[in-house]
């Protein structure tokens, strides 16, 4: 099974900074790399699929990268409705969700 | 739009079974697949399952291996799944989930989830 490794799991930060995520997928999986934000008592919001592709609605502060093992998902600029949990996937093998980072106000 | 909604959820007993359902609308329900993903309180996201958008394979996680099955109607848009065998550690929110054509697409619209808690 390919293991996904988030970090950090927890992060404090302040509107309007730049907050970057990282992904580490225990083999290779290509562009297979997926990211979804939670906020408390939702349901997951696909935000980033394939890696870097940004889906329809979401702000173009957030973004993604990397491919193989590593990547990462970036917010530019970090917005109030930004605070929440963001989750990232692997869909090359079956599928495995990383721990989560859970993003917080400083 | 596209919808998915769960139902079945509730308190059940350790050892015994449950089934869960998921209504979905809105999409061409027979062009996709369709995963379980579940999240216990406090927790991160596990992925459950997935069925292809045919039906004719469907993989579950080692966790549940053996225990869950996951099906689909697609002549009625809605999928299942079997829970039997249930433990406490498989109390969690049951999200029923859309993915792609293929297995390598992400999940691109969730369900609201069903709370399942497995308890005497």
Redesign the interface.
Known sequence: ?IQMTQSPSFLSASVGDRVTITCRASEGIST?L?W?Q?KPG?????LI??ASTL?SGVPSRFSGSGSGTDFTLTISSLQPEDFATY?C?Q??S???????TKVEIK | QVQVEESGGGVVQPGRSLRLSCAASGFTFSNYAMHWVRQAPGKGLEWVGVILYDGSNNYVADSVKGRFTISRDNSKNTLSLQMNSLRKDDTAVYYCAKGGRWLQSAIDNWGQGTLVTVSS
């Open positions: 099974d297979y997926n979804y939670q939702k349901a997951p919001k696909l699929s394939a889906q989750f996937q869909s090359y079956i599928s495995f969700f990383g721990g989560g």
